[in-house]
């Protein structure tokens, strides 16, 4: 096929008249955005029209995501029968699928999906044999399946997610044996698995997930040479696992989680060696976790919670050392926690809650320096609390409640910053509570039902003092102090002595000195962290890297230890440029001292004379801005993750301007550096101009931040404070939920004089992102609550925009609101 700039001549009359009657038909800013749809301009330079020299027609119609409203019964189908390709997708298109679209005998690719149409699948669909891509996903299309869809054995991609069809899938929908990606997700299809599905050696990816759909699972589903994705989640799918899953080489997500399995986890699924993710929770699997789990190296995800699971957890689970997630709660497990669990490096969740286990807590716990999440809960442990556990620096919730631990809680516990949530109920602990607000703002419900506790939290008493206490304090004072001072004047006397010597010789060694300062939470040699890095960057190669801000470069490494980090080098500092340097030393300051589960956490810094590099955790779906950018991803942004999102950057923002001291404006807010987890959790990273605020200061600096995300009070002051924050807040909030940046909308709210009356005029609920289902229910009214939340974040006087304290509190109340 070849598009000519001359083919118009030779392009049949009958087909640009049929594109001018549809587009005709459409809404007036439908016909704004074809305006290139004139007699005056060359169909083929039409905005998504191809052109083919050979057949003298128009062979394709592209018009993804324009945001076109119309019907497509207003399309003559009939004498458009040489197109090959027809993509709408992404648009506003409602009505039903005119029976007359199977005059298309040609088409090969049909993509309707992301838009608003209604009504069943014409039974003419049976006609387009030659179709290769059937897309129709995120519609409100009803009713059976046709069954002249089993015509179609040319078939590669299916795709019927999210809408609301009923009964049984297409019986020979794989009949011609070239099916590649069947995603059919979210709907209410019953009955069994088709049975062509069972030998379809050529399927890649399978989404089943959430229907109604029921069949014996033992025998429906075959060998894939191929198969790399396999979700059957939310089902009435019964019987036991198959062994030939194990037999599915290039598998590396088997979700069945939410089914009625039974029977036992055959060991042979652990000769799926690719495996990244393996979740059968929630089912009634019995049975001992096979050792032979410990072969699936790449495993990242190990879901069987919430089964009847027995036994003892096998020790080669300390071989899976990329495993992020564990979780084996609800089931029916016993004997001690394994100490070799330890030894999993890149662990962040580990729950083990509701079993049998038994004995004290291991020590080796301690040792997962990078978990964020312990839950222990509701099994049978005893002793004390280990004094290890105070090295998990990156903790943010830790469950040890409905146990018969004993003793105090370790008063090293208060250094645990990170640490955001306890539940430490329905235990045998005494003594006092550590001094970080963890503990301190507990609500009752989690310190109650022990021994003694005490400390500065509601609902438990106060601590007293004794005398005695006192006067033997009073007394090793005597004897320490003395020897404390000394000390402390030996040590300055020594940095001085230093000093002096370090500044004679600078200047002689001035070229030849490398500045290497590392801070980090693994206990690595800095020089060998360094070298690691540049190795595992291959000298920062352009292949490794991931983003690029306005301070510097970011690449994903993967360490000699197999850990995966992200590394940010810095632009290049020339000796002049100490105004970058300063900048670099202001994030280092801020991300050491912030801890937080939405905020990006630091694991080591490095000054280097080649190289300043900063070392993040590494968050695998990358950041909004490109997820929204990329179609497939957008769609599995549900509104609940988008919502959800929202809230976490409102929290982290909360945290910078509230519980900060002095405060910490980000300036420099965008989709951009809001980087998200395996789980769709949000973390702000990027505080390159970040500055603290000093409640004196008046903070006048450069203008530094992103256009289309900077208040616009800092185009004509550099005054910064939080409302600044709060404006982009405002941006990134409507650019989640719309899918794109909302620049024509924040121009008209800021020239507007009434908020809530241009918010109503502007009918925003229409601007939601198309290429998800609209929302509904509870989730459809918070989204519109949040709309108008992020409306008033973009009052264009600072003074009147709310707090993102209040912003939070908003949001928590437009969730009360919507569920009423």
């Not at 409100?140 to 089993?150: A, H, R, S």
């Not at 949530?421 to 970080?436: A, F, K, M, R």
């Amino acid at each position: 096929m070849v598009t000519s700039p001359h083919a118009s001549t030779r392009i049949q009359g009958v087909e640009v008249d049929t594109l001018l009657k549809w587009k005709a038909s459409f809404d007036n800013n439908s016909k704004t955005l074809l305006s290139s749809w004139n007699i005056g301009n060359n169909p083929c330079t039409w905005e998504g029209i191809t052109c083919d020299d050979e057949s003298k027609s128009i062979s394709k119609i592209n018009l993804t995501n324009i945001g076109l409203k119309g019907m497509l019964q207003n399309l003559n189908f009939s004498s458009l029968s040489k197109i090959h390709t027809l993509v709408l997708r992404n648009n506003l298109f409602y009505g039903v699928v005119p029976q007359n679209i199977g005059v298309m005998f040609n088409l090969n690719t049909l993509d309707l999906s992301t838009n608003e149409l209604s009504g069943p699948i014409p039974t003419t669909i049976g006609n387009l044999t030659k179709l290769k891509t059937l897309s129709l996903f995120s519609n409100d299309l009803t009713g059976n399946i046709p069954t002249e869809m089993n015509k179609l054995t040319n078939l590669e991609t299916l795709q019927l997610a999210y809408n609301n069809f009923i009964g049984p899938l297409p019986h020979n929908i794989c009949s011609g044996g070239k099916l590649i990606k069947l995603s059919a997700s979210n709907n209410q299809f019953t009955g069994p698995i088709p049975g062509s599905l069972k030998n379809c050696s050529s399927l890649v990816r399978v989404r089943l997930q959430q229907n109604n759909l029921t069949d014996n699972l033992a025998d429906s589903f075959g060998v894939y040479p191929n198969l790399d994705y396999m979700e059957l989640s939310d089902n009435n799918f019964y019987g036991h696992l198959s062994p030939n899953w194990g037999k599915c080489k290039n598998l590396t997500s088997l979700k069945i989680s939410n089914n009625n399995l039974t029977g036992s986890i055959p060991p042979e699924l652990a000769e799926a060696t690719k495996l990244h993710i393996l979740d059968l929770s929630s089912n009634q699997i019995t049975g001992k976790i096979p050792m032979e789990l410990g072969n699936l190296s790449s495993l990242i995800q190990l879901s069987i919670s919430g089964n009847s699971l027995s036994g003892e957890v096998p020790v080669q689970i300390s071989s899976l050392q990329e495993l992020i997630t564990l979780e084996l709660s609800t089931n029916n497990l016993s004997g001690s926690i394994p100490k070799q669990l330890g030894r999993l490096p890149m662990l962040l969740d580990l729950n083990l809650s509701q079993n049998k286990f038994e004995g004290s807590i291991p020590n080796e716990i301690g040792q997962l320096n990078v978990i964020q999440n312990l839950d222990l809960s509701m099994n049978f442990l005893d002793g004390t609390i280990p004094t290890m556990l105070e090295q998990l620096k990156y903790l943010e919730t830790l469950n040890l409640s409905h146990n018969n631990l004993s003793g105090v809680i370790p008063f090293s516990y208060g250094e645990m910053l990170s640490l955001t949530v306890v539940d430490i109920s329905y235990n045998q602990l005494e003594g006092t509570i550590p001094s970080i607000p963890a503990f301190e703002k507990a609500p009752i419900e989690a310190l109650s039902n022990n021994k003694g506790l005490c400390g500065n939290a509601s609902g438990i008493e106060l601590c007293s003092t004794s005398n005695e206490n006192s006067h033997k304090t009073n007394k090793n004072l005597v004897v320490i102090l003395p020897v404390i001072l000394g000390t402390v004047l030996l040590i300055l006397f020594v940095y001085g002595l230093s000093y002096v010597l370090c500044r004679t010789k600078e200047y002689k060694a001035e070229e030849d000195t490398q500045i290497e300062n590392l801070f980090t939470i693994w206990s690595f040699d800095g020089r060998m962290v360094y070298e690691n890095i540049i190795d595992a960057t291959e000298e920062f190669d352009n292949k490794h890297l991931i983003g690029v801000g306005g301070h510097g470069s970011v690449y994903k490494a993967v360490l000699s230890t197999g850990q995966v980090i992200a590394v940010k080098k810095l632009h290049s500092l020339q000796n002049e440029e100490m105004s970058n340097l300063k900048a670099f030393a202001s994030e280092i300051q801020t991300l050491t001292e912030i801890r937080h589960r939405n905020i990006v956490k630091l694991y080591g810094y490095c000054s280097h004379r080649l190289h300043s590099l900063l070392v993040y955790e590494f968050l695998e779906k990358g950041s909004v801005d490109n997820i929204l950018k990329d179609d497939e991803k957008a769609t599995m942004f549900d509104w609940n993750k988008r919502v959800n999102v929202i809230k976490d950057v409102a929290n982290a923002l909360c945290y910078m301007h509230h519980d900060c001291s002095p405060s910490i404006v980000h300036r420099d807010l965008s989709s951009k550096n809001v980087i998200l987890d395996l789980e769709y959790v949000a973390h702000v990273s990027d505080f390159g101009t970040a500055m603290f605020l000093n409640p004196d200061s008046s903070n006048w600096t450069s203008f530094v931040g992103t256009y289309g995300y900077a208040a616009p009070e800092l185009a004509y002051t550099m005054k910064v404070n939080e409302k600044c924050d709060v404006y982009s807040f405002g941006v990134l909030t409507l650019e989640i939920l719309f899918g794109k940046h909302p620049g024509d909308i924040v121009s008209t709210l800021l020239q507007s004089s009434g908020i809530y009356q241009t918010i109503e005029a502007m009918s925003l609920n229409d601007k939601l992102d198309q290429r998800l289902p609209r929302p509904r229910n509870a989730i459809g009214k918070e989204v519109e609550s949040i709309i108008r939340i992020a409306c008033h974040c973009l009052i264009e006087s600072p003074h009147s925009r709310p707090s993102m304290e209040q912003v939070c509190k908003e949001i928590v109340m437009s969730k009360s609101s919507s569920n009423i």
